[in-house]
């Protein structure tokens, strides 16, 4: 695979005065996965010689890259499709890619007449195929179906960032959560052999990226299928031993499958980040046992208090859904216990949004509307308070933190610490992008913390 650092990497103005080839449009719904796959279709047009734009008018190919797990984000796409129905018919493409496609398929077309190419996650490895028809003028064009053994990577891939790579180990998820479609939408669990994962890492750090993540849905559930036979908390030791990697991540966790020798692992290697981000979804072992998460809230407050009994102080975050189908007020009263019990330092909190061939999509006892937004409020109120009161602990400590961007209105730059907190902080430095920096904490917010660069 090789990797072309561009896109980003190049300023939009200077990309879109290149002389020749078609122009492409690419926007991306949902997860780091999304973020990642989009950065896979992104290298192959790039190696066919098309030219990035930031303008959606201007672009001779529009491509979405979708998210289906929500059903706003699934209306949001529907709703940017609408903007090319006119220029789509003189001389625009428009594609639609990722879970929205694969969920759909060829209803797109019928939905809208004027989309060319509709192409799931797991076909990417066939996008120069799906293009030349594309370019042949060929009408509608689908690359769907999830029977592959092999979707990691495509020939080429951008790399968006210049010193953070993701690097997916496993596709797809085998835990069949009754309100999720990543199933469907993705197929069952891949892993990657390690020695794959462990070439595209050392290559990565090869041409300077410092800090690699992995992904997957359930990405501690990967399993090598081949020889050495690592276990994943062997291959994040392996990967940290790489030359040139001074970070590494991983996410998203599945609780049944985090044991503890990742958190052992963590401890003994102070390159892998000490952040874990383990969804809970729920803090009622009722609700639990409906979404189907093969846990209790007792196991997974097990596994939360291994976590915090690390010597390092690991960072814990989680996903939660409020009004899920039969959620009672006393249910409800347990998720927002579990916030206390846990000390999360932060949460991706949603309201339960019902989703096509999944089977909490027929259940009777659905929540109203306004009494989801309620619990949510409530919730997200109660984790504040926790962040603000975990944060503020970090004034007066240092934390090194990999510098990744600059905000000149504020005159601060901005990076994050090993457990993914964000700091911004001052420093008279002109070049620090991509260094890593240790910084004086003098601040805190809910979200954030300020500092000074120690000098």
Not at 30 to 46: F, I, P, R, T, W
Not at 245 to 260: A, I, Q, Y
Not at 305 to 320: G, P, V
Request: aromatic share 8%; charged share 25%; glycine share 6%.
């Amino acid at each position: 695979m090789v990797d072309v650092l561009l896109s980003s990497l190049v300023p939009a103005a200077q990309a879109e005065a290149c002389p020749s080839g078609p122009t492409f449009y690419l926007e991306t719904f949902g997860c780091q996965m999304n973020v990642h796959d989009s950065e896979k279709v992104a290298g192959v047009l790039l190696s066919r010689g098309y030219r990035p734009t930031s303008d959606p008018d201007r672009a001779d190919l529009v491509l979405y890259n979708t998210c289906s797990i929500r059903e706003k984000a699934a209306q949001k796409v529907f709703a940017h499709l609408g903007r090319h129905k006119k220029a789509a018919g003189e001389n625009r493409r428009v594609a639609v890619l990722g879970c929205v496609a694969e969920q759909e398929g060829e209803r797109i077309f019928e939905r809208a007449p004027w989309v060319s190419l509709v192409c799931g996650s797991a076909s990417y490895r066939r996008l120069p195929e799906l293009l030349d028809r594309l370019e042949a003028g060929e009408r509608r064009v689908t690359g769907l179906g999830l029977d592959v053994d092999e979707t990691f990577e495509t020939e080429v891939t951008r790399r968006d960032h210049p010193f953070r790579a993701y690097v997916t180990i496993i596709e797809g998820c085998d835990k069949r959560c009754t309100f999720c479609v990543v199933p469907s939408t993705r197929g069952p669990e891949r892993s990657r052999a390690s020695s794959s994962v462990l070439a595209e890492v050392r290559r990565l750090a090869d041409s300077g990226y410092t800090e690699v993540q992995f992904l997957g849905q359930t990405v501690d559930s990967w399993r090598d299928p081949g020889p050495p036979g690592l276990s994943f908390a062997q291959l994040l030791l392996a990967s940290a031993e790489v030359p040139g990697v001074r970070r590494v991540r991983f996410t998203t966790s599945h609780p049944r499958d985090f044991g503890p020798d990742i958190v052992q692992a963590i401890d003994r290697c102070p390159t892998l980040c000490e952040h874990v981000h383990l969804p809970v979804q729920s803090g009622s072992t009722r609700v639990l046992e409906r979404m189907r998460r093969n846990y209790t809230r007792e196991q997974y407050l097990e596994t939360v208090a291994l976590i915090r009994s690390a010597r390092r102080a690991i960072s814990l975050t989680t996903d939660i859904i409020v009004g899920f189908p039969g959620e009672t007020e006393e249910d409800f009263a347990l998720t927002l216990d579990l916030l206390d019990r846990a000390q999360y330092d932060g949460v991706f909190a949603f309201k339960y949004s019902p989703r096509p061939n999944t089977p909490a999509l027929a259940w009777p006892d659905q929540l109203p509307e306004q009494e989801k937004s309620r619990r949510l409020a409530l919730l997200l109120e109660r984790q504040r308070e926790i962040q603000v009161a975990r944060n503020t602990a970090w004034i007066g400590r240092a934390a090194e933190v990999l510098v990744d961007g600059r905000h000149e209105a504020r005159n601060q730059w901005t990076g994050r610490t090993s457990g993914n907190r964000v700091v911004n902080f001052s420093s008279p430095a002109s070049h620090l992008l991509g260094q890593y920096a240790q910084i004086a904490i003098t601040q805190a917010g809910p979200n954030s913390l300020v500092g000074e660069q120690i000098l």
